[in-house]
């Protein structure tokens, strides 16, 4: 996993992406999905080129089912753009890095 993803639990969740003064970028994930592997190393490539400029997070929603329950995840992958705690964009299903850093770059 690069050094700049975070790896959120529903303990740290809301105080990670609410407290943050940049983007946030979460995806959840489960380790038994095919798409989700797919999107990792997209991910992964995305947590590298914001650096500090965004919070590129993950999210297991095997093992951190509340999160997923709050934010209403039916389908994984789902990534999820926050912006200020609030919900800028929301992709379902694999994704292309082309979208996701699309949106990134309008918020940072």
Not at 18 to 36: I, Q, R, T
Not at 73 to 83: D, E, G, H, K, Q
Not at 87 to 96: A, D, M
Request: net charge negative; hydrophobic share 40%.
């Amino acid at each position: 996993m690069a050094d700049s993803l975070i790896e959120l639990t529903d303990a740290t969740f809301d105080e990670t992406v609410n407290s943050s003064d940049v983007p946030v970028l979460v995806d959840f994930w489960a380790p038994w999905c095919g798409p989700c592997k797919m999107l990792g190393p997209i991910i992964e490539e995305i947590a590298g080129e914001f650096g500090e400029k965004a919070k590129v997070c993950k999210v297991n929603t095997d093992d951190h089912r509340e999160s997923a329950v709050e934010y209403a995840i039916t389908s994984i992958p789902t990534v999820i753009l926050f912006n200020k705690g609030q919900v800028e964009k929301k992709w379902v299903g694999l994704t292309s890095k082309k979208d996701i850093v699309a949106e990134l770059e309008q918020l940072v």
